[in-house]
Structures are given as structure tokens and as C-alpha cells.
DNA sequence: TTGAAAGCGTTACCAG
DNA sequence: CTGGTAACGCTTTCAA
């Protein structure tokens, strides 16, 4: 009944003109004092909001962006998108989310829809599926900036993600030092630039200490509970089962950690496991597991930040790391009491 | 450079009129099939996407919803939040996700942001410093729509929930028939509503089963890992400690669970421990914990259900309720092997 | 200091 | 079948 109240509706009540309203309303100078507090004064009253959407068709901005992820159930994925949107807010702008289920067909629409939102730029975390990158060429032609986070791609964007080859290196190296020589590598896909990272720190530490590469003790396959699970119970059925295990994502530790439990193995005595995953998960298990900490808040800060310098034309590619660090805790350690 | 294309600029191209090109592209008939071929090819070849600003003032409609929950970050919030958006998106409605970070000042920000935005409906799952609801008085006023979900309150607003109280007086009737008998409840405040029904689902299982009440059992204090840590270590270090512990809420599992390994307590030998969790949660901890399993995707079906109806003009407070049933695992079945 | 009018992109109505 | 125009809410330029 009570429709929105305008400028218009608040001109006509006062016998003036919109855009006496307008400048009222705005506080820019050229209206008397005693005429503005009589327009402040009934729009305050009626409870006038601006309509963004006016705004919007004026301005040709929108104070909006979209965030694509694979999962926003998955705790990796929606802490990125507390921080970004966090970040977001700080400088007015809204966030409209989209959840592509990691597929690519999904995150094509996603993308589709943000660009028909007008949304003023795109953080985009790629699905595992993804491979080619007609989509993203499609939004520069539309000349909607994005920014790849956390699963980028070797494209010509702006990039924030974490220091994938060295993470896995530091905590490969750690296994290694802490006297594991079969160290199994559970990681996703070969398409993923995030899964071969991670695969190449790991490698690197086995070649940096001279440690044999084992074939058949690298797993890369799809992310999900169930090939996690699945791959993790054929490396413990190996004729020389690993005594150590590394993961590439927070649902593969998951995975692993169950399937070496439901084996009735002890962590850390029989096997070590560590990997990236949220500090969550790692505290959540008994015992805790070592982990890569990644600084979620960080990433979502910076990407923000990227994406809004986009938005603001500029058109520099930069590439921004955040540090993913060793946090040490028990299932790595095996001279721990248990 | 290459702005988007507009009707108007298709319509200059061909010299004709946007009010042609509208109805070409509308589809509509009163258009020859000639003219209306050659404005879709150049629409299509010009990438002309409508500009949902222009309507969303045209219809005052805006296809867009507003989500609140108290923390992204928290498997149970985000699962909610996937859910109502995938029903959204089925709707055609995109969906705007705010966090009120577990705070009232915040949810009221948001709120208003929301309003600003001109969203047509908004769900809201309480965060839980809110005692006073003027702020849903301020919407009904502004004539926005409000849902109310997972964390409701007994206000004049549609909700949809768990069965509180139900669920938690199942979980405590399992727990007493296992052989407990001084069960512990690790809860919120008092002043939400959904904390306020689990302990009256778990009082009357205890009446029911003539188990005597025990006032230093019961916690209700602020929810978040650090007091449910304390918490659960003060019932831990009583004379008496419990030999149960239902918790009302994730985080307080979580929290609970590790302050009893953290003990060197055996669970269940020593004690047993179920609640509200997310599947999860339960299925990461070892031994892995009987929890209540929320249907979360039901709820947010229902919850996005209830807020198209109001949208649509029903003006009916109807109270969904999903079930949450118990899932029994491990961690509250003393005969287990372990 | 105020008013009038144009324009942002779209659709609907009324003429031709 | 097509063109012209008004309208949605707001800002801005120009004129008074």
C-alpha cells in the first residue's frame, strides 16, 4: 500500500521541482537552508531511500560484484567468500554469490548471469572441470573485469593465490625429516594449475633429498570425498603401503584421514598425514593434523582488492601470492605419547 | 571502449525505431519476421544483453533476493545459504548474501543495506544477540518480505525451522537409555528461541524418564568455540562430572569434543557426547559422533518456498518445520569395541 | 535560489 | 506493421 516514496512524490507534496529535491537531498550547494530541512525533514518522514536502480541507469554503475565458487558449503570456499565480501562491504560494495557445484557447465551460467546483472566485476574461483577459457575471453569482450582466486589458470588475468609449489615442498620436506621415505601424494586433477603445483613442490622435495619417486604413491584424480576415500584405501593396500601421506585439498584430507582410520592404522605411528586444508578440519580431527595453513582472510582481501582495482581501469595483469605456512601439530610427529 | 549496446543503438543502426527493436526482441507479435530476423542478428552479433536496471525501474521488480546468516563461515550457514540459492536460481531470482557476523548491530546494517538495494524479500536466520525485533518493524513497514530460518524467533513473520524441541528430546532419551545419567546440556542463551527449545526438549526427556534434573549440567552461555571449550571443562573438573553431553549447536560440539579428548576422557567409555551438528563434524571427529541430522536442503527448499509466496503477495504466517532425526554413531554406544 | 528539460534503457500505449 | 511518446527515479546542464 505505502509504495516507496520518491523525489517526485516529495516535490509534489511540497509544490516545488525534482530537482530542487535532488540537490536538496544530495547536500550540494544552490538550495536555501530553510527550503533543504524542509525536504530532509519529509523525506525522513516518509523513510525516502535513493533507488539503486535509478542510480545504476544514471551512473552505469551498480556497487556490485560476484564471487563464484565451486562449493560455498565446502569451509575453504565460504571462508574466502566471508573475507571478499567482508572486504567488499568496507568499500560499498554488495556481493551477489553464485555456487557453480565445481562443474563447468554451472560456472559458465554463473558467469552468464553475473555479466546479466551488471555486476561491475567477477571473482571467479574455477570449477575442477574447468579446461578451456572461451567463457573468460567472453567477459573481456564485455569488458566486465575478473579476477581468478585460489584455482586460477594460466590466462591472461589478474591472479590471488597461494604459494602452492613451496607449500607442498615445506611440508613434504617436513615428512621427510621427520623419516618418512614413501610418501604418498593425494592430489586432483592434472588440469587444475593448483593440483600440478602442489605436485611439483612435492617432487621437488623428494628430488631435493633424494628421495625415490614413486609412481604408484601418486594419486591425482578428482576432488571429492569418495575418490579420496577410494584412492587413499588402494595406496594402503599396496604391497609397500606408504608411511606418509600428503593431500592437495581440505576434502581429501578428510577422506584420507577416515580411510586410514577405518583401516585401523595409528596417526602419526603407522602413518603421517598432513596437507592443505582449513584449520578446521586439521583441529577437528584426533589427532590434530599438520597442515598448511592458508591465510584465508588474506587471499579474500586481496583479491577484493585486484578486483577493484580493475574496476577502477586499471589494466596491469598482476599475479599476487599469499603465504600458505607449516602449522605442526600431531599427526606428523611420531615420538609424540599417545 | 565497446560500451553495451542498447536498444536504442540497434535501433539507430537499422534507422528504425526502439520501440520496434523492443518488440522484436520481446518476441511479441505486431512485428514483420523480416525486420525482426535482421534485429536479432545484430543484437545477437553485438552482444546485446537487457539492461535489468532499466527494468527493475520499469517493473519495480528486481528479481533479487537478501540472505543473512550469522557466519558464512560455519558449515551449517553455508550449507543453508547453497541451498536457498540453488532454489532461487531456479525461480530466476539471484540471491544477495550478507553476514551479520553473529551480531545484532551488523544484522541490522544489513538489513537496511538489503532494503537499499530493493531486494524483494529477504531470509534471515537471527543472529544471536537479537533480543528486539524493531528492526523486522522498520520492514514490514518499508513492505519488504522477511523469512525467518533455522533461528527463528516468536514474532509475526513466517519461519521455517528444525523441531527443536523434539529432536532434542530424542537425542536425550538415547542417551539415558544407553545408560546415562547425568547428562549435560551445553547450550545458548536464553533469549534464543532455538536454544531455549532444545533445553526444554532435553528437560522433559529427563521428566519423562523420571532422570533427576541437575541445575550445574546445564550451560547456557554465549555460543562460540571458546566458551564451549570452557564450558565443557568446567563440567568436566565437577565433582560429579557428567557421563553424557548433548550440545545445541556445531560449534559447541566441536568445542565440547575436544575439551573431553583434551582431558585424556575416552568417549563413550568414559562419556558420551551427541547434538546438533553437521553431518560433517560428526563424521570428521574419532569416534566419529550420533548427531542430529539436520536436512538442511529441505529446509532451505522451504525457507526460499515461503519467501516467493510472501513475495507473491500471500500474506498467510505460516510456521514450516523440517525434521531433524537422529543419527546414531560411536560416540554414545559404550559397547563398541575400541 | 529555483525551474525546466534531457537523458540513462526499457516497455506500453496510442497513432498512423 | 511501425513510429512516437510517456513513464520508471534520479542527476545535470542551462535558463530564468
Same mark, same amino acid.
Given at each position: 500500500?505505502?509504495?516507496?516514496?520518491?523525489?517526485?512524490?516529495?516535490?509534489?507534496?511540497?509544490?516545488?521541482?525534482?530537482?530542487?529535491?535532488?540537490?536538496?537531498?544530495?547536500?550540494?550547494?544552490?538550495?536555501?537552508?530553510?527550503?533543504?530541512?524542509?525536504?530532509?525533514?519529509?523525506?525522513?518522514?516518509?523513510?525516502?531511500?535513493?533507488?539503486?536502480?535509478?542510480?545504476?541507469?544514471?551512473?552505469?554503475?551498480?556497487?556490485?560484484?560476484?564471487?563464484?565458487?565451486?562449493?560455498?558449503?565446502?569451509?575453504?570456499?565460504?571462508?574466502?567468500?566471508?573475507?571478499?565480501?567482508?572486504?567488499?562491504?568496507?568499500?560499498?560494495?554488495?556481493?551477489?554469490?553464485?555456487?557453480?557445484?565445481?562443474?563447468?557447465?554451472?560456472?559458465?551460467?554463473?558467469?552468464?548471469?553475473?555479466?546479466?546483472?551488471?555486476?561491475?566485476?567477477?571473482?571467479?574461483?574455477?570449477?575442477?572441470?574447468?579446461?578451456?577459457?572461451?567463457?573468460?575471453?567472453?567477459?573481456? !569482450?564485455?569488458?566486465?573485469?575478473?579476477?581468478?582466486?585460489? *584455482?586460477?589458470?594460466? =590466462?591472461? &588475468?589478474?591472479?590471488? /593465490? +597461494? %604459494?602452492?609449489?613451496?607449500?607442498?615442498?615445506?611440508?613434504?620436506?617436513?615428512?621427510?625429516?621427520?623419516?618418512?621415505?614413501?610418501?604418498?601424494?593425494?592430489?586432483?586433477?592434472?588440469?587444475?594449475?593448483?593440483?600440478?603445483?602442489?605436485?611439483?613442490?612435492?617432487? !621437488?622435495?623428494?628430488?631435493?633429498?633424494?628421495?625415490?619417486? *614413486?609412481?604408484?604413491? =601418486?594419486? &591425482?584424480?578428482?576432488? /571429492? +570425498? %569418495?575418490?579420496?576415500?577410494?584412492?587413499?584405501?588402494?595406496?594402503?593396500?599396496?604391497?609397500?603401503?606408504?608411511?606418509?601421506?600428503?593431500?592437495?585439498?581440505?576434502?581429501?584430507?578428510?577422506?584420507?584421514?577416515?580411510?586410514?582410520?577405518?583401516?585401523?592404522?595409528?596417526?602419526?605411528?603407522?602413518?603421517?598425514?598432513?596437507?592443505?586444508?582449513?584449520?578446521? =578440519?586439521?583441529?577437528?580431527?584426533?589427532?590434530?593434523?599438520?597442515?598448511?595453513?592458508?591465510?584465508?582472510?588474506?587471499?579474500?582481501?586481496?583479491?577484493?582488492?585486484?578486483?577493484?582495482?580493475?574496476?577502477?581501469?586499471?589494466?596491469?595483469?598482476?599475479?599476487?601470492?599469499?603465504?600458505?605456512?607449516?602449522?605442526?601439530?600431531?599427526?606428523?610427529?611420531?615420538?609424540?605419547?599417545?
Amino acid at each position: 500500500m505505502k509504495k516507496n516514496v520518491s523525489q517526485r512524490d516529495i516535490a509534489r507534496m511540497l509544490g516545488i521541482n525534482v530537482s530542487t529535491v535532488s540537490r536538496a537531498l544530495k547536500g550540494v550547494p544552490g538550495v536555501c537552508t530553510e527550503l533543504r530541512e524542509r525536504v530532509l525533514a519529509l523525506a525522513e518522514e516518509h523513510g525516502y531511500r535513493p533507488n539503486p536502480f535509478a542510480m545504476s541507469l544514471r551512473y552505469g554503475s551498480t556497487r556490485t560484484i560476484g564471487i563464484v565458487v565451486p562449493d560455498i558449503s565446502f569451509n575453504h570456499y565460504a571462508h574466502l567468500v566471508k573475507w571478499i565480501e567482508a572486504e567488499a562491504k568496507m568499500s560499498g560494495y554488495m556481493c551477489i554469490v553464485t555456487d557453480s557445484g565445481d562443474k563447468y557447465v554451472n560456472e559458465v551460467e554463473c558467469l552468464e548471469q553475473l555479466v546479466n546483472m551488471h555486476v561491475e566485476g567477477i571473482a571467479l574461483c574455477l570449477s575442477q572441470e574447468t579446461t578451456d577459457f572461451v567463457h573468460l575471453e567472453r567477459l573481456k !569482450e564485455s569488458k566486465v573485469p575478473v579476477v581468478l582466486f585460489d *584455482r586460477v589458470a594460466d =590466462v591472461d &588475468c589478474p591472479t590471488a /593465490s +597461494f %604459494n602452492d609449489v613451496q607449500a607442498a615442498r615445506q611440508a613434504t620436506l617436513h615428512l621427510i625429516d621427520g623419516g618418512a621415505r614413501r610418501i604418498a601424494f593425494l592430489g586432483g586433477p592434472n588440469r587444475i594449475k593448483q593440483a600440478v603445483d602442489r605436485k611439483h613442490g612435492y617432487l !621437488e622435495a623428494l628430488r631435493e633429498r633424494r628421495v625415490p619417486i *614413486r609412481k604408484e604413491l =601418486v594419486k &591425482c584424480g578428482h576432488v /571429492s +570425498f %569418495n575418490s579420496g576415500l577410494s584412492d587413499t584405501l588402494e595406496l594402503l593396500g599396496l604391497p609397500e603401503p606408504p608411511d606418509a601421506i600428503l593431500t592437495d585439498h581440505g576434502l581429501l584430507s578428510i577422506a584420507a584421514f577416515q580411510a586410514i582410520v577405518s583401516k585401523g592404522l595409528r596417526i602419526p605411528q603407522d602413518i603421517a598425514i598432513t596437507g592443505f586444508m582449513s584449520d578446521w =578440519v586439521s583441529g577437528m580431527s584426533y589427532p590434530r593434523m599438520t597442515f598448511l595453513k592458508q591465510n584465508v582472510r588474506e587471499l579474500g582481501r586481496k583479491t577484493f582488492k585486484l578486483l577493484l582495482d580493475q574496476i577502477n581501469g586499471d589494466d596491469t595483469v598482476s599475479h599476487v601470492v599469499v603465504n600458505a605456512r607449516l602449522s605442526v601439530r600431531e599427526s606428523t610427529i611420531k615420538d609424540i605419547k599417545h
